[in-house]
């Protein structure tokens, strides 16, 4: 097997998120591949619950709260020794999904591997939550790496 050059990794600063970020940096380190770690911002979707009274508040909160993201996620690779490129995405074309978004820019990047975390949720739940992986799978041109919970 050849070695992955450019590893992808998308974060979304949960736990499963955190230890396919670990996953990630240990390849990256073995194979002295490139690491590239992304966040997505889904504009179409946000929950606007969130008590703030305008859109742009709420989309400058998202978007600080995924920079915090991105810098946690850089700075435990760099802890590590590996030195990481990191980028916002966000979901603007309409009904363009996260996965979508995350395969895309795989491309964009030249990345020979997407690592992600991914819950595992099965049933009912699955169904309605929907599943981020799942699309990453089906429509990504490099293979993936999925880490679960």
């Given at each position: 097997?050849?070695?992955?050059?450019?590893?992808?990794?998308?974060?979304?600063?949960?736990?499963?998120?955190?230890?396919?970020?670990?996953?990630?940096?240990?390849?990256?380190?073995?194979?002295?591949?490139?690491?590239?770690?992304?966040?997505?911002?889904?504009?179409?979707?946000?929950n606007?619950?969130?008590?703030?009274?305008?859109?742009?508040?709420?989309?400058?909160?998202?978007?600080?709260?995924?920079?915090?993201?991105?810098?946690?996620?850089?700075?435990q690779?760099?802890?590590?020794?590996?030195?990481?490129e990191?980028?916002?995405?966000?979901?603007?074309?309409?009904?363009?999904?996260?996965?979508?978004?995350?395969?895309?820019?795989?491309?964009?990047?030249?990345?020979?591997?997407?690592?992600?975390?991914?819950?595992?949720?099965?049933?009912?739940?699955?169904?309605?939550?929907?599943?981020?992986?799942?699309?990453?799978?089906?429509?990504?041109?490099?293979?993936?790496?999925?880490?679960?919970?």
């Amino acid at each position: 097997m050849q070695p992955y050059k450019k590893i992808l990794i998308a974060v979304d600063g949960s736990p499963v998120s955190d230890r396919a970020l670990q996953e990630a940096i240990t390849l990256a380190q073995e194979m002295q591949a490139q690491l590239q770690i992304v966040h997505v911002i889904d504009e179409l979707v946000l929950n606007l619950d969130m008590g703030f009274a305008d859109m742009d508040e709420s989309l400058a909160y998202i978007h600080k709260a995924g920079e915090q993201i991105l810098e946690t996620a850089v700075q435990q690779a760099h802890a590590k020794g590996v030195n990481p490129e990191s980028r916002l995405l966000t979901t603007e074309a309409p009904g363009m999904r996260v996965g979508e978004v995350i395969a895309q820019e795989a491309v964009e990047a030249n990345a020979d591997l997407i690592v992600m975390g991914t819950h595992g949720r099965r049933g009912i739940s699955r169904v309605f939550m929907g599943s981020v992986a799942d699309t990453v799978v089906r429509v990504a041109v490099p293979p993936v790496l999925l880490v679960r919970e």
